[in-house]
C-alpha cells in the first residue's frame, strides 16, 4: 500500500467514525432544542453576512483575549 493509499483509507475511516459519532450526539438531543439550536446558527449566520467586519473585529477580540490568558506574563 502506497503512502496516497493509506492517507485515503486513514481520512474515509475518520470520515466514518466522525459520522458515527455525530449521529450518536444528535440523536441525544431532542427535537425541540434541535429546533432552536437551528434558529440560533440560522439567525448567527445572517447577522454575520450583514456585518462581515463587526464579526472578524469579534473573532480578533476573542481571539486576542484568549492569546492573552494563555500567554500571561509573570511578574518576578
Do not use: C, H
Amino acid at each position: 500500500m502506497d503512502r496516497d493509499q493509506l492517507i485515503a483509507e486513514i481520512k474515509k475511516q475518520l470520515q466514518e467514525e466522525l459520522k458515527t459519532q455525530t449521529d450518536a450526539i444528535k440523536n441525544k438531543i431532542p427535537g425541540e432544542q434541535r429546533e432552536q439550536i437551528k434558529d440560533m446558527k440560522d439567525s448567527l449566520t445572517e447577522t454575520m453576512k450583514e456585518n462581515p467586519w463587526a464579526s472578524v473585529g469579534i473573532a480578533a477580540l476573542a481571539g486576542f483575549v484568549i492569546a492573552r490568558m494563555l500567554y500571561k506574563r509573570k511578574d518576578d
